[in-house]
């Protein structure tokens, strides 16, 4: 009777709990509640599932951002300190996108506007996607310069 459910506990556990189930068998032998020949036959059965290959183990799907290479964080850093945005402004970005305003910024003044698409402008900053479009999508502060028309001292 007590062979049976160890045959049962030794079909149904999982593989790291086997040493477990083998313990509680030569327990069970000990305290004679199983015969000899039905330990020899379990202990047969245990080692045969412990030689079975354990099943391949699936991989898990890739989520998140992309892993961050030193040279991506070394550009990113260098472009957002590159100076090219006030720091009134640059204080209310983060790093990532202080580095793709200061690439656009840079393509504008090279060619007068920016033709890059997100990936390029991504590529080039050292970050992914999202940070490309944050600047953009984020309600913000007018930050224009809002001077006064310059007084000219003739007038009264």
Known sequence: MFADEIR??????????LPEVLTLLWRAYGAGQVTEAEAEALSGLIEARKMIPAAPEVPRKRVGSRPRTDASLERRRRWAAAGRLPPQISAQFTLAEQAVLAVVSAEAVKRGDCRLCHEQVAAVAGVSKGPVANPWRLPRVDH???MAPPVSEATP
């Open 8 to 17: 049962l506990a030794a079909e149904a556990a999982p593989r790291v709990k």
């Open 144 to 146: 224009r310069a809002r």
